[in-house]
């Protein structure tokens, strides 16, 4: 029974490209998080989806991030035009459906731009 | 918006020892979850143990303890028995209660050191 999936592990981007991560919540949660941990920091929190909706993007940068929780599929967060202020960890989070406070991460992605 | 501070950047304790680490909070809410989160260097994030404000009785995982403080805003972890597996980052975290109110508040983290 796997847990949250994420990938790739570690990303290396140049300025300018773009970055796609992957997130496979575990099988059966229809709620799905993203956080980013910059180094010696806590997470903070990013994007709250459903399936094909964006639920909290509160805590989304208002440009170049994106994120998506399609029917079918991971869920993705998409950076544009990466900057060297955009490396960090960036977790993903699934939790069932309903008002459960039990989340379970994903071992996260470490984004580095060079 | 509800902020979690953790005061202590680093401690450190001898392997079978105890220790604490200190967190306080800050809301307007009546009712809400407060966690504990344990980060190896793997980078993998461990739900370590969870309280509910409504619960007066201190959450308990094992060696694993909670001093809630409700009216002080005081959540601490006391690790009984120090192990060297138990070297990790620790954070403590906030969520609200309720409907779409799902995203933890982090503090800053407590790096734990075990010296043998």
């Known amino acids: 029974n796997a847990g949250v999936m994420q990938n790739p592990r570690h990303l290396v981007r140049r300025r300018g490209q773009e970055a796609r991560l992957r997130c496979s919540p575990v099988?059966?949660?229809?709620?799905v998080y993203w956080y980013r941990q910059l180094p010696e920091e806590g997470l903070k929190f990013m994007v709250y989806?459903?399936?094909?909706?964006?639920?909290?993007e509160s805590g989304m940068p208002k440009e170049r991030f994106s994120a998506e929780f399609p029917k079918e599929g991971p869920s993705i967060l998409r950076i544009q035009q990466v900057v060297r202020g955009d490396s960090a960890a960036y977790f993903c989070?699934?939790?069932?459906?309903?008002?459960?406070?039990?989340?379970?991460f994903g071992s996260g992605t470490r984004l580095t731009v060079v | 918006a509800q902020t979690v501070t953790q005061s202590q950047p680093e401690m450190s304790v001898q392997e079978a020892e105890t220790v604490t680490l200190s967190c306080t909070y800050d809301?307007?809410?009546?009712?809400?979850?407060l966690f504990w989160y344990k980060q190896p260097p793997s980078r993998q994030m461990i739900l370590v143990i969870r309280q509910e404000a409504y619960k007066q009785q201190n959450a308990t995982e094992n060696r694993f303890s909670v001093n809630f403080q409700k009216a002080a805003k005081s959540f601490s972890l006391k690790i009984s028995d120090s192990q060297l597996g138990d070297a990790a980052m620790y954070f403590c975290a906030y969520r609200s209660l309720g409907g779409g109110a799902q995203k933890l508040v982090f503090g800053q983290g407590t790096r734990l050191t075990i010296n043998p």
């Open positions: 989806l459903q399936k094909e909706n964006i639920i909290d």
């Open positions: 809301t307007s809410e009546s009712d809400y979850y």
């Open positions: 099988k059966g949660h229809s709620h």
């Open positions: 989070a699934s939790s069932p459906s309903g008002d459960n406070y039990g989340y379970t």
